[in-house]
């Protein structure tokens, strides 16, 4: 309601960003490759000296898939240096985004107001983001839209015996829990499966309106949350599934003719394929997660995944999990 102060605030909010898309730069289109990468926790030292030590890719572009860092600071330095290497750069929000961090208890914002803090950070370095209509991409691999989405998650990647209401305490029967449980709000929703359930109405029908308007177009699908269960595989905490998605989105890589779908999340490099679509998982992680490459002498560079053109389709019907070290 317009009386409530928070609503207000949100609107006030909005208002201050639609007003500011006017005053955007013409934003330079990459005709080269598309890659991605996503996690990059910058909050952590020697993932901020590897970012920072990103070379320039002229005429690419690239697509942050989420999980960049914990901070406002942490993602405009994370865009700052994402635009000075590439022509064209996209983002879509992880759950390390959308926190409210201890420090911030009294006066940081929360839930959506934290998305579009989010939001207006990313239009201050001319970042394409899952509020901007989506555009085609005319470089390598081309044409196809490019279409950044939110989507959460709402503890339905569980077994069939667990409810809703007993998924949090079964996770902890393994001593497992997100720090979502604390730190992520979903104000001003009730709950955070309620605002994922408003986000997958929200993006379902803004990708409906992209294959209504360009029908003969494949969409590359970026996401920081995997859009299918049976992509996610946590050997060590399997509990963990509860945080990593919705099962409402099972299906949109057919729905939606998609030709790439590029999630983070997991710390786990992957490549998948189902139905004739490439699914990537881009992360990087935490320092002691890509270690082994550091040891090897690999950097950010060396971890980025080439999205397009990308590998062939397989001809084969069957394609196993293509693990990945690197990009």
Known sequence: MASDPQASQLLRQREAIDASNSSILPRKMALGKLYSISDLHIGFTDNKIAWSNLTPHPGDGLILCGDVGDTAEQLRAAFSRATECFDTVWWCPGNHELYTMPDQSGAGVRGEQKYQECIAIAREYNVLNPEDDFVVWEGEGGPAVIAPIFTLYDYSFRPDHVSLEGAVPWAREKNTEATDEFLLH???????????????????????????????????????????????????????????????????HRKFNVKVVVSGHLHIRRTDWRDGCRFEEVSLGYPRQWKKCADMGMGVDELLREILPGPEIPKTGEVPTQWRIYG
């Open 186 to 252: 979903p104000d001003p929703h009730p709950s955070r499966q309620d605002w994922c359930k408003v986000l997958i109405e929200k993006f379902e029908t803004k990708l409906e309106a992209a294959r209504a308007q360009f029908p003969s177009l494949p969409l590359v699908i970026a996401n920081h949350w995997p859009l299918r269960e049976d992509l996610v595989t946590l050997k060590f905490i399997p509990r963990f599934s509860l945080w990593c998605g919705t099962k409402l989105t099972d299906d949109w």
